[in-house]
């Protein structure tokens, strides 16, 4: 069993930066695909960012240029750098990872607002 623990959610201005970290604990072995996902009120959860086989990355169009994924995985972690963030950027951010089957973290709540 995996478990999943994001933080560094919050409220920020519009143009502002967060970083979110999650990290996993649990029956984990290799090198794995993480990443993030985010779900708006009243929208269908949709992809933010993936990163597999430690660099292969993947990001939502609405994103690229703006956001960027890491991962330590000595920590078992995975990291989004947002920056230029702006309101329709507001969602609950959900960390991802795929170990035999799809383990999601309780989310964290992103608000971009002035």
């Known amino acids: 069993q995996v478990q999943l623990v994001e933080s560094g959610g919050g409220l920020v201005l519009p143009g502002g930066s967060l970083r979110l970290s999650c990290a996993a604990s649990g029956s984990i072995f290799g090198i794995y695909p993480m990443g993030w996902f985010r779900q708006a009120p009243g929208k269908q959860r949709e992809l933010v960012a993936t990163?597999?086989?430690?660099?292969?990355?993947n990001y939502g169009d609405s994103v690229k240029g703006r956001f960027t994924i890491s991962r330590d995985n000595g920590k078992n972690s995975v990291y989004l750098q947002m920056n230029s963030l702006k309101p329709e950027d507001t969602a609950v951010y959900y960390c991802w990872l795929v170990e035999r089957k799809v383990y999601w973290g309780q989310g964290t709540q992103v608000t971009v607002s002035s």
């Open positions: 990163v597999a086989g430690g660099v292969i990355t």
